[in-house]
Nanobody, 128 residues
Framework: QVQLVESGGGLVQAGGSLKLSCAAS????????MGWFRQAPGKEREFVAA????????VYVDSVKGRFTIFRDNAKNAVYLQMNSLKLEDTAVYYC?????????????????????WGQGTQVTVSS
């Protein structure tokens, strides 16, 4: 069992930056590939980014490439999402998740059904 707690969300103007944090606890949290997903009102939860167990392989959805950076600090049992050049369409609840099943190709990393542990989410609101 792994527990995940997100923090760092808030209200920011378009073009601004936020850094989300995800604190992991429980059984061997550092042994999981970790991902960030987001869900805007009335929309499906979508993949944003994921990072390998060792932290050397990140994967991003095309809409955030070049603006967001995912990284992890296994010494602190934490995963982060640095978000720069935020846009109105980035407004959503952001969730941290641990991958527990599915394949190990990067396509599998983007499937929310492969993640078995989820945090409660943190709201990010981008204003004009």
């Amino acid at each position: 069992q792994v527990q995940l707690v997100e923090s760092g969300g808030g209200l920011v103007q378009a073009g601004g930056s936020l850094k989300l944090s995800c604190a992991a606890s429980g059984r061997n949290p550092n042994s999981y590939l970790m991902g960030w997903f987001r869900q805007a009102p009335g929309k499906e939860r979508e993949f944003v980014a994921a990072i390998s167990v060792t932290g050397d392989t990140p994967v991003y959805v095309d809409s955030v490439k070049g603006r967001f950076t995912i990284f992890r600090d296994n010494a602190k049992n934490a995963v982060y999402l640095q978000m720069n050049s935020l846009k109105l369409e980035d407004t959503a609840v952001y969730y941290c998740a641990a991958k527990t099943t599915g394949g190990w190709n990067t396509f599998a990393w983007t499937r929310k059904t492969n993640y078995g542990y989820w945090g409660q989410g943190t709201q990010v609101t981008v204003s004009s």
